[in-house]
């Protein structure tokens, strides 16, 4: 005992204990700022079990450090014996110096050590595995109502959301893995098609508020299953086999999750059964081409969902979704308000949700706060880089945005990551009919048919295609198609376009009444109306009320989106034909200034132009419109141009453009 109490008295004179405690003080404090910095930069979890292990490696050092040396102002030194001469020499000898340089050796290899193994881990981490691309097949429903085909098919888009959250794997998107639902497939030719190494395959059986979901994982070159397994749950815990599923998939292939990874799978959406239900409906309502019956359908489930669960941030954010969808197709600007409140409601309850980030980014965009939405779009991609629609919102605000060629590059990623989703083809045939391409435009409209047979909009828009190319017969035919399968706001309205042109106002100026009572506040609508009553289908009166009416819904347009220079060019065009030149040449000015290569705004200034008998600056406008895209044809039957038809520069401006 006397020398275990000699031992310490020693240490402490030694001020071993104090060395010990400014070690151990120092060794948390780095070990917390690295767990802080591991965590930033995704380290996995292990890396800083070996930044302990190096700690206590080191401690043994520090205290032979602190038993045999001083460290004082003018350098290292021996420590004193009790009771020191005043002219003792305390400087090292020959042996300190080989045993300080021993400490040293000994504290740099196991630093090195640990390092390396820091770095390994990472590289496995990020490194490719074996497996590292799966394809989520869509879940067989085995339920005995096929009612319940909405709730495998919600399952399995959620998996793929789950899956794809995970960095560490790539998931390809859903239209793209939905292509196989109902169809025979071998496992070779979905790995060929989608380049994955492995399927993931399921079904689902629901009775009451019971589910069975089997899972199983198959490796695409050698077709064994690597895991399967059997889930019998209640329906509020829907979210944590999908969490599991993803869990047990990620530990069957041995991939090592980030920090940032685990805590995706650790998120929670509802545990309401009733409120997933009707989540999952609302989704698939969004999934249809979209018409006013489909957004009415996917508002109210997602409403639903809200009631059932007010905590239910995806509900939100497929709400506000919905809302947005509604104020694109019919213009009424209560929907844009009751879509910026979804997305806010969203935000509050999950700031972390993909679903939320998308939604936002789409409300920046419809308000033309362009850099806003740029932000967002490629946050979500960042997030999850399968996700097409956050590409295709990209490429819609490259394009909103005059960036032409980034958007068309951003159109092309998009469709080349998802070649079976319809809605890429009809936003990118939409973006080069704008520029003026219309052969190819038609060709985008014709691969949306492919894929969605009963697209109202896309037989529509085939339709505006093909008459703009010229092809009057094949026009009709696609208009006729539309408007077979369901009335709707744009088959009515091409339709009377082509009516305008081909000089049959009054059955121009019907077409245009139907397509106003699918859309009543589409300030557009209300022009074409007027400009049919001008032409010759009704009073100067009526058409100077429907211009008052456009001019109105225009001004509503602008009052979400004050940078949306087509609106601009509208609203002057419609402002002179109310006789308010002022308004028209300032409208007309901002126009330009926003947008100098929108055939439209061009055209639109043609007819101001004509209007105020100012020919020089309408020949320019027209030039210039025929240049970016518009088509001679067009302009020669034009009614608003008629005062031209006799003038020798038209003919020739038409004749130039022509050949």
């Known amino acids: 005992m006397r020398g275990i109490e000699g031992l310490f008295r020693e240490a402490r004179r030694r001020r071993v204990f104090r060395v010990a405690g400014v070690y151990i003080i120092a060794a948390w404090g780095l070990l917390q700022v690295l767990d802080l910095a591991f965590d930033t930069w995704d380290y996995p979890a292990d890396a800083l079990r070996f930044v302990w292990i190096g700690a206590v490696l080191c401690f043994p050092i520090a205290l032979v450090f602190g038993w045999r040396f001083d460290l004082r102002a003018d350098g290292i030194v021996l420590t004193p014996p009790p009771d020191p001469d005043d002219d003792i020499d305390l400087s090292l000898r020959r042996f300190d ?49 096929a009612d319940n085909e909405f709730f495998s098919d919600g399952l399995t888009e959620e998996t793929i959301i789950v899956m794809a959250d995970m960095e560490e794997l790539r998931v390809p998107p859903r239209s793209s893995l939905f292509y196989y639902k109902d169809r025979e497939y071998t496992v070779a030719d979905v790995a060929e098609r989608l380049s994955v190494d492995a399927l993931l395959e399921g079904s689902v059986r629901r009775q009451a508020d019971q589910v069975r979901v089997t899972a199983q994982l198959v490796d695409a070159q050698s077709e064994d299953i690597l895991w399967t397994r059997t889930y019998d749950r209640h329906l509020g815990d829907v979210f944590a086999i999908e969490a599991d599923i993803a869990r047990q998939v990620a530990d069957a292939l041995e991939i090592v999750l980030s920090n940032r990874s685990k805590g995706r799978l650790q998120r929670a959406w509802t545990t309401n059964p009733q409120a997933h239900d009707a989540y ?6 969004l999934r249809r081409p979209n018409d006013k019956a489909t ?41 844009f308000e009751l879509a910026e409140a979804a997305c806010l409601r969203a935000l509050t309850r999950d700031s972390e949700a993909t679903d939320t980030f998308v939604a936002l980014a789409y409300l920046h965009f419809f308000a033309g706060q362009h850099e806003q939405a740029e932000s967002e779009f490629e946050r979500v991609i960042k997030l999850n880089k399968t996700l097409v629609d956050a590409y295709l919102g990209l490429a819609q605000n490259y394009a909103a945005d005059q960036q032409p060629e980034r958007a068309e590059r951003a159109f092309r990623e998009a469709i080349d990551l998802d070649e079976a989703y319809w809605d890429g083809y009809q936003l990118f045939g939409n973006f080069l009919f704008g520029r003026g391409r219309y052969a190819e ?13 009963s697209n109202v909009h896309a037989h529509s828009n085939l339709g505006a295609a093909y008459y703009m190319a010229g092809d009057f017969q094949g026009a009709a035919n696609a208009y006729k198609a539309s408007l077979e399968i369901s009335p709707s706001r744009a088959g009515y309205s091409n339709t009377g376009t082509m009516y305008y042109y081909l000089g049959e106002f009054f059955a121009a100026a019907q077409m245009y009444r139907k397509a106003l009572e699918i859309a009543p506040d ?23 009320e429907a211009y008052g009416r456009a001019r109105d819904f225009t ?5 979400i989106n004050p940078g949306d220079a087509e609106a601009m060019a509208e609203l002057a065009y419609f402002s002179a034909r109310l006789g308010d030149t002022e308004i028209a040449g300032t409208m007309l000015a901002e126009s330009l200034a926003g947008n100098p290569d929108a055939m ?29 895209g518009y088509q001679p044809e067009l302009l020669r039957v034009d009614p608003g141009l008629r005062r031209y038809s006799d003038d020798e520069r038209f ?6 453009r022509g050949q």
């Open 97 to 145: 110096y080989v045993l300080l340089a021993c400490l040293v050796v000994v504290a740099a290899v196991v630093s090195t050590s640990i390092f390396h193994q820091v770095i390994n881990i990472e590289t496995e981490s990020d490194g490719p595995s074996p497996i590292h691309s799966i394809a989520v097949m869509p879940f067989e429903n085995m339920s005995d109502s």
């Open 280 to 285: 999952l409906m609302g989704r698939e309502y």
């Open 295 to 335: 957004y009415e359908a996917a508002v109210e489930r997602f409403e639903s969902a809200i009631v059932l669960d007010t905590g239910f941030a995806q509900a939100h954010a497929g709400l506000c979704e919905a809302r947005l969808g509604q104020y694109e197709l019919t213009r009424e600007t209560k929907f």
């Open 441 to 453: 435009a038609a060709e985008n409209y014709e691969k949306v048919i492919g894929l969605t047979e």
């Open 522 to 544: 589409d300030g557009r609508m209300w022009g074409n109306l007027a400009d049919a009553l001008r032409a010759g289908a009704g009073t100067p009166d009526e058409a100077g």
């Open 555 to 559: 001004r509503l347009r602008l009052d």
């Open 600 to 628: 439209y705004t061009h055209y639109y200034a043609a007819l101001i132009y004509e209007q105020t008998r100012q020919d020089d600056e309408a020949f320019g406008a027209l030039s210039k419109a025929l240049e970016l």
């Open 651 to 656: 003919s020739n401006l038409l004749a130039v």
